[in-house]
Nanobody
């Protein structure tokens, strides 16, 4: 079992930056694959960035070069650095943990943090 708490969301102008954090407690954080999902109004939740327990990272094409996922195993924390934000990045962002990247959809979830990008 692992508990996840996201923070760092807010309102930002287009072109700005935010860094989301996801604090984890419970079982050994370092053994989990982690990911960031987001859900925009009226849309399905989508998996945007993933990081394996070994540190390998994966992004959807629309985020490459703008978002960076990272993890600090000593602090049991997952991060998402978001740069060059666009209004279409507006969504609730969730972090997730699972035994493998392939099972993130069915893993543990946080409560989400709202990111709003104004034009």
């Amino acid at each position: 079992q692992v508990q996840l708490v996201e923070s760092g969301g807010g309102l930002v102008q287009a072109g700005g930056s935010l860094r989301l954090s996801c604090a984890a407690s419970g079982r050994t954080f370092s053994s989990y694959a982690m990911g960031w999902f987001r859900q925009a109004p009226g849309k399905e939740r989508e998996l945007d960035a993933r990081i394996s327990s070994g540190g390998s990272t994966y992004y959807v094409d629309s985020l490459k070069g703008r978002f960076t996922i990272s993890r600090d195993n000593a602090k049991n924390t997952l991060y998402l650095q978001m740069n060059s934000l666009k209004p279409e990045d507006t969504a609730v962002y969730y972090c997730a943990a699972a035994n493998t990247i392939a099972t993130l959809q069915r893993g543990y979830w946080g409560q989400g943090t709202q990111v709003t990008v104004s034009s």
